[in-house]
C-alpha cells in the first residue's frame, strides 16, 4: 500500500530534521508513488471541503521550516497548515518551544490563495506574527486565527511582507489529497506531507 509505504519512510524523522540524503531519496520516491494514486487529482474544484481545515506537517523537505530547529534555546514544534477557502486564506503556524521556561513562541504567516488551475495555487504572504505564546494567549490554531480575523492586535513582533513585484509568484500544488493526508509541491521545489486528524 503506497500511503504505508510513505508513512512508514517518514516515522522518526522528526519532519525531516533527522532525514539523511538517502533517507530524502527514498522519501521522495514513496511521495511520487502515492501521487499516483491521488483520489482527488483536482481538489480546487472537485474536494474542496477535504482540503478545508487544520493540517499537521508530517515532513517537509523545506530547509527554511526545517532551519527554525537550528535556532539557540528553542526546538520546533508542531507546524499547522490552516486552509480556509471560504475566505482564501492560509495560516501557517509553527510552535516553537522553548529550553528556558515561560519562553515558548509562535511563528505565524498569513497568506491567501488564488487557484490557477484545479490543483495549483499561487500564494501571497501577507502579514508574519512572532511572538510568546504567554503574550499572544494562544492555545489553538483555531482560536488564533480567529483572533486574527477579528482584528485583534497582538502584543508580538507583527509586520506586513511585502513581496518585490518582479518576482515569481510563490505557488503551492496539491499532489494527492484524501481524507487524512496532503501532500504538496511547492515552487522552490519543497514537498510538504501534512495529516488531519
Not at 18 to 28: C, M
Not at 150 to 172: C, H, M, S, V, Y
Request: with cysteine.
Amino acid at each position: 500500500m503506497p500511503k504505508a509505504k510513505l508513512l512508514a519512510a517518514i516515522a522518526g524523522k522528526n519532519r525531516g530534521i533527522l532525514a539523511t540524503a538517502t533517507d530524502r531519496q527514498a522519501i521522495l520516491a514513496a511521495i511520487t508513488e502515492l501521487e499516483f494514486h491521488n483520489p482527488h487529482p483536482r481538489p480546487l474544484t472537485t474536494a474542496i471541503d477535504l482540503l478545508a481545515g487544520d493540517w499537521r506537517l508530517l515532513y517537509t523537505s523545506s530547509q527554511s521550516l526545517l532551519g527554525i530547529d537550528k535556532f539557540p534555546l528553542v526546538k520546533l514544534g508542531t507546524i499547522y497548515q490552516c486552509v480556509r477557502p471560504t475566505n482564501n486564506a492560509i495560516y501557517n503556524i509553527a510552535e516553537v518551544p522553548s529550553l528556558v521556561p515561560g519562553l515558548t513562541g509562535i511563528v505565524a504567516v498569513v497568506a491567501t490563495f488564488t487557484a490557477v488551475n484545479e490543483s495549483r495555487v499561487n500564494v501571497q504572504f501577507n502579514r508574519s506574527l512572532i511572538g510568546l505564546q504567554s503574550l499572544i494567549d494562544y492555545s489553538t490554531p483555531d482560536r488564533l486565527i480567529t483572533a486574527i480575523e477579528n482584528g485583534q492586535k497582538f502584543t508580538a513582533i507583527d509586520l506586513p511582507i511585502n513581496r518585490k513585484e518582479d518576482k515569481a509568484p510563490a505557488w503551492l500544488e496539491v499532489t494527492y489529497l484524501d481524507e487524512t493526508l496532503r501532500i504538496g509541491r511547492g515552487n522552490e521545489g519543497s514537498v510538504f506531507v501534512l495529516d488531519k486528524g
